[in-house]
């Protein structure tokens, strides 16, 4: 559908400009999606209680009134499951909330579930057996989970296919509004999808990226109506307190999704919480948390996994020394001052995958350096042997770093393990990163590799150190595999 609309150029000239936007019928965000999930969900928990009462009957003594009350029972819990779901907003919110959080949420409605099972089974005396209730309890979070961890993945490669996006408008041109527009391209898998931006800003272009600038904010809602925009994100940065609160009025009382950026961007959303302190809605940033405990269960996965690892891959390991030595001369292992927790300098150990005096040609390669900042990569480094390229891509010449782990100087996950010589372009922030001992691999690993740019490694160091727990470690550890055999960004 084309039509025209109103702005302002920023000559403050009036003009009309004409978009062809894809105006798709307007409905409820992902109302599509959230039919599937909640069948499937239906499905999971029903499929899930006939299992139980199988398992229940095989090991049981069962006659025919013990399945007949089962079945009734199982007949009570079709309106149940939906309902008590829906209370514990398992369909309200899109896929970008976190796996913890929903697991959570999803524990404790079966749990739920289940006392409404034994009440109205109470009341109709119908009895049912405890180890019903148990499996069902158990193995219930079991397979939903499961089952809903399937879905992600699906509507993840659905969006990022194109497909279930969330056509939104994005107020303000700041580079924070920007940058959203930008995330939302790069990572369709969110599923959000900006159809025009929206300023006052009278020095705005009046086009970003291909991407339309509207001038009049008081004009959301029909725009909105106009491109089929089911939502509005907000910019932090663009908006006063006041006008803020004005709009997010006005557009939730048209029906309008409304998200508004957090001006702390690099703290993780399981230590925020939203809360009111009188009648100021404020968030509530949880103390760091890798004291304590934590840290003794950090160190006790990672003697655990690095111990089992040594042993694990010492044919590999002594396969790859082999072919270091035949096609290279010089040691095997190749040591490195690095900078470990709190400044500390130790020696990291590699298999070696450069020639002896790589050292001494870097002087002469140093225009030829594609990274920014203090680091040096090279698509194509000539001092890199041939067994040594193998090596990096699939990252074998990390695995004696598992001896690092072992003592101490190093953790499986952390920040880059950093050479003196860079600390000398570090910032005081980037400092924070010795907080935290090196790491074999780290967000930087599973988020480019190799490819990332400077600011990106500084960034993501950052955020680990902030945001660090055993869960964000695990997961770490599980994309870095895939990381690996992808051979993404490895130079």
Known sequence: MTFTIGARAPDSVDRLVDFDFDTRPLRPSGFGAKVSLATADSITMLVTSLLVMGLVACFGDWGPTSWRNHLLVLGISVPIWPTVFVQHKLYTTRFVTRLLDETRRVTHAIFIGVVALV???????????????????????????????????????????????????????????????????????LGYEAVAFVDDDLGASPEIDGIPVFRDIEDLVPLADATSAQGVVIAATALSLERSNHLVRELSEAGLHVEITWPLRDIASHRLTVRPLGRFPVAYVEPVARYGWRRVAKRTFDLLVAGTGLIVVSPVLAAAAIAVKLTSPGPVLFRQTRVGQYARPFEVLKLRTMVLDAEARLAALGELNEADGPMFKMAHDPRITRVGGFLRRTSLDELPQLWNVARGQMSLVGPRPALPSEMVEWDSELYNRLRVKPGITGMWQVNGRSGSSFADYQRLDLYYVDNWSILVDVGILAKTLPAVLSSRGAM
């Open 119 to 189: 009440v109205v089974a109470s009341l109709a005396k119908l009895d049912v057996s405890r180890a019903y209730l148990v499996g069902l309890l158990v193995l219930g979070n079991v397979f939903l989970v499961s089952e809903r961890f399937a879905a992600r993945r699906i509507f993840a490669r659905r969006r990022s296919g194109g497909a279930s996006m969330k056509r939104v408008l994005v107020v303000g041109t700041s580079t924070e509004a920007v940058a959203l527009h930008q995330m939302f391209k790069v990572e369709k898998h």
